[in-house]
Nanobody
Framework: QVQLVESGGGLVQAGGSLRLSCAAS????????MGWFRQAPGKEREFVAH????????YYADSVKGRFTISRDNAKNTVYLQMNSLKPEDTGVYYC?????????????????WGQGTQVTVSS
């Protein structure tokens, strides 16, 4: 059974940084792409970033490009999201997700396992 556990969220001032982690278990982590999504209150869950099975390909939403970096450590079964220059509009619950394939997607439907989420709050 696949489990994804996010950590690293919290309260930070605008312009600050946070690093989210997502520890995976239950199937061979290195075979699957991983993604990060977020959901603000009253809004739909939206794509943030994804990374291929080997870390060789990454892709970002325009809203975070140049500020966020997704990475993975297959030896530790962990994916990370480094978030810099945070803005109040980055506030939300951040979810990691495991794709059903080697290459990620910005579409939620292509991810078959999800974590419980971690809250990120950016104050102005």
């Amino acid at each position: 059974q696949v489990q994804l556990v996010e950590s690293g969220g919290g309260l930070v001032q605008a312009g600050g940084s946070l690093r989210l982690s997502c520890a995976a278990s239950g199937r061979t982590f290195s075979l699957y792409a991983m993604g990060w999504f977020r959901q603000a209150p009253g809004k739909e869950r939206e794509f943030v970033a994804h990374i291929s099975w080997d870390g060789g390909r990454t892709y970002y939403a325009d809203s975070v490009k140049g500020r966020f970096t997704i990475s993975r450590d297959n030896a530790k079964n962990t994916v990370y999201l480094q978030m810099n220059s945070l803005k109040p509009e980055d506030t939300g619950v951040y979810y990691c997700a495991q794709s059903e394939s080697q290459y990620g997607s910005s579409s939620r439907i292509l991810y078959d396992h999800w974590g419980q989420g971690t809250q990120v709050t950016v104050s102005s």
